[in-house]
């Protein structure tokens, strides 16, 4: 039977993904600042590598899945304490589609697919969070095990914006605090498109590859759809007409979902392995029925 190790991941996706393993049936361990109600939880500083050996040196684990991976120096704190293990655990990385980029700074259109960011030869930055970007952050973490751990042993999956009716950042509960308050706004490039997943196909493309053997770097999401398009759907949901949200002859307003150009990744190789089986449309409207506005 294996064993998962989860570092971090104790709310929104990772407690989805919690769910999923004890619905499986598969044991796990979570390790985490925060602590939870869980039948094997460690409380762990992630920054601290004596507390990382601690774990590793009394535990064995086959998986480990890191939520919590920010920088290269996590990343190194990370590779010295699973060093410890006799046989190295698989490893999957929680990333981010933001290692292409950052909507607010492309300069045109773009599309995107797993080779647009190469790892292996990125120049590694020990330089931690907060002095870099969230983005750099995650390309120097990706870029550390890509160079200095076995790439057969390794996935990293590369998440756009994650929405979902537990979204602690509250980006998902944008537009329904807008129609609550009645407030209308005209977003920034309207038309550009983006891609998008929902908390709960997140989490179960994480499962997806720990109970089987496939490796590598996955771009992981729903089609690209505009943030018109996006606006519609909430209307729709709430029974409202666009013109709720929108008003188009208004001074032009940054958003969460904002971006100059059309930011559109290629999400094939994952799909063709593991179809997500929902339109985005229902997987949206599944999470925000539990949302009130």
């Known amino acids: 039977m294996l064993s998962v190790l989860v570092l971090g991941g104790t709310k929104y996706v990772g407690f989805e993904l919690i769910e999923l393993l004890r619905n499986h049936k598969i044991p796990f361990h979570v390790a985490s600042r925060r602590e939870i109600d869980v039948v094997h939880f460690t409380k762990l500083d992630r920054k601290n590598q004596e507390e990382m050996i601690a774990l590793f040196s009394s535990h064995t684990f086959d998986i480990v899945v890191d939520f919590i991976g920010y920088s290269a120096l996590d990343a190194s704190l990370l590779h010295n304490a699973i060093s410890l293990q006799a046989k190295k655990p698989k490893l999957i990385l929680v990333s981010t589609i933001y290692t292409y980029g950052l909507p607010l700074e492309l300069t045109s ?11 292996l030869a990125y ?23 890509a160079q200095h751990y076995d790439l057969g042993k390794q996935v990293v999956l590369r998440f756009p914006i994650i929405l979902g009716a537990n979204d602690y950042t509250r980006r998902t509960h944008f537009y329904i605090d807008k129609l ?54 909430y209307c729709d949901l709430y029974h409202k007409q ?9 001074e032009e307003t940054k958003t969460p979902f904002s971006s100059n150009f059309n930011f559109i990744i290629d999400s094939a190789k994952y ?20 949302v009130a506005v």
């Open 109 to 119: 259109d773009s599309y995107f697919d797993e080779d647009s960011f190469n790892a």
């Open 123 to 145: 120049p590694i930055s020990m330089i931690d969070r907060p002095e870099i970007s969230y983005g750099e952050g995650k390309r120097n973490m990706e870029a550390y095990f």
């Open 180 to 233: 609550s308050e009645g407030i209308r706004i005209n977003p920034i490039s309207l038309d550009a498109s983006a891609n998008y997943i929902i908390a709960k196909e997140a989490a179960q493309a994480i499962l997806n590859f720990i109970i089987t053997d496939y490796y590598g770097t996955y771009n992981v999401s729903f089609t690209q759809i505009s943030e018109r398009d996006l606006m519609k759907l």
């Open 242 to 250: 666009l013109d709720a949200l929108l008003d188009s002859d208004s």
């Open 271 to 290: 799909s063709n392995i593991f179809p997500i089986e929902i339109e985005f449309k229902d997987a949206l409207c599944r999470e925000l029925l539990k």
